[in-house]
C-alpha cells in the first residue's frame, strides 16, 4: 500500500490524494514484487502526469504499471505470470476517483451504510452479477481466488473507474481480499463508524483474524471531515495568502474566495479529533494556521500471514 498527501498546496490542488492497495500474486517473492512495482509507478506516475483530468491521469498511471510489470514478468522466468490486483482513490475537492482491477475493493461508508464502489473482477462475482451466485456463496466458494483481471499477466489491460461525489462524513477503505472476504459489510461500516481511522484499521484486521484470516491483509481507511469544492480553474496557481500549513494538515482545492476546503492529514501521528476553525494550536495545524483539517486521513495496517 501507499498514499502520497502532497505537501505542496498547488499540487494538492491539482493532483489531489492518492491512496493505493495491491495485492500481489504469483508465488510469495513474485507477488510481492508486482505489488511493489503497481503501488510505486502508479504513485510516482500519477503525480508526473501535470494534467488535471484525474481520471485520466489516474487511468494512464496504473496502465504504466501494468507494462513495467508485464516487462519485469517477460525479463525473469521465474517472476513468469507474476501479477497484482490494484485498487486506488485519488480524492481532490469534492470528488473521489477510484479505480480498480482485480478484487481488491474499494467501499463507501456514509449515514450508515457500506456501500462497495469498485467491482471485484473475479469468476465467483462475475456469476454474482449474472444472478448465478448470491455474495454469501461468493464468500466461501471454492474458486472465490480466481480473478479474471489483474496488473501484468497481459501486455493491456482494462480498468474500472468509479467518480463518487464525497459528502462531510464519508469515510472510504480500500482493502484486499483478506479483509472483504472475512468481514461483511455491516461489520465494516460498524467498525469504521465507531473508531477513528488508524484505529479501524486494526479493528478491521482483528475481526478478520478473529473471523478465520487465512490470507494477508492489507486496509487503508480514509475519513473525509468536510468535503472541499472542484477547483473552477485549477491550471491557475492557486494562491493561499500566505498560511503556513503544518506538517500533518493539508489542503485539497482550497481557493481564495472558497468556504468549504478539504484537507487532509496523515494518520500516522495521533489519531484525528475535531478541531474547530480559526485554532491557533493544536495536534492538527501549525501556529498561525486558520484551516480547519477537514480530512482526517487513515493510515494502514498490513498483516502477514505467511502460510
Ligand atoms: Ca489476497
Known amino acids: 500500500m ?5 505537501k505542496d498546496l498547488q499540487v494538492m490542488a491539482a493532483k489531489g490524494a492518492l491512496f493505493i492497495v495491491a495485492d500481489g500474486m504469483g508465488g510469495h517473492a513474485a507477488g510481492e514484487v508486482a505489488s511493489e512495482i503497481a503501488v510505486d509507478t502508479v504513485s510516482n506516475a500519477y503525480y508526473q502526469d501535470d494534467s488535471d483530468d484525474v481520471a485520466t491521469s489516474l487511468l494512464q498511471a496504473i496502465r504504466r504499471a501494468n507494462a513495467a510489470i508485464h516487462q519485469r514478468a517477460a525479463e525473469n522466468m521465474l517472476r513468469s505470470g507474476m501479477g497484482t490486483t490494484c485498487v486506488a482513490a485519488v480524492l481532490r475537492g469534492n470528488m473521489a476517483y477510484i479505480a480498480n482491477v482485480g478484487d481488491s475493493r474499494a467501499y463507501l461508508v456514509r449515514n450508515g451504510q457500506a456501500k462497495q464502489i469498485s467491482q471485484d473482477h473475479s469468476w465467483v462475482y462475475e456469476q454474482v452479477r449474472a444472478g448465478l451466485l448470491t455474495e454469501d456463496q461468493a464468500r466461501t466458494h471454492a474458486q472465490r481466488n480466481v480473478i479474471t483481471r489483474c496488473l501484468g499477466t497481459q501486455a493491456e489491460v482494462e480498468i474500472d473507474v468509479f467518480p463518487e461525489q464525497l459528502e462531510d462524513g464519508d469515510s472510504l477503505v480500500l482493502c484486499t481480499d483478506g479483509l472483504s472476504g472475512l468481514v461483511g459489510d455491516d461489520e465494516l461500516r ?3 463508524e465507531q473508531f477513528v481511522p488508524q484505529e479501524s484499521v486494526y479493528h478491521l484486521v482483528e475481526r478478520a483474524n478473529e473471523n478465520g484470516g487465512p490470507d494477508n491483509i492489507t486496509a487503508i481507511v480514509v475519513h473525509v471531515q468536510e468535503v472541499g469544492v472542484e477547483p473552477p480553474n485549477i491550471r491557475h496557481p492557486v494562491r493561499v495568502g500566505g498560511r503556513e500549513v503544518g506538517e500533518d494538515t493539508k489542503v485539497l482545492g482550497l481557493l481564495p474566495s472558497s468556504q468549504g476546503t478539504l484537507s487532509a492529514r496523515n494518520g500516522e501521528v495521533r489519531s484525528s479529533t475535531t478541531v474547530p476553525l480559526h485554532i491557533s494550536s493544536g495536534p492538527l495545524a501549525s501556529p498561525g494556521t ?8 487513515e493510515e494502514s495496517s498490513s498483516k502477514r500471514n505467511r502460510l
Request: net charge positive; proline share 12%; charged share 5%.
Open 2 to 6: 501507499a498514499y502520497v498527501i502532497p
Open 190 to 192: 460498524k467498525i469504521v
Open 290 to 297: 486558520a484551516i480547519a483539517p477537514q480530512l482526517a486521513a
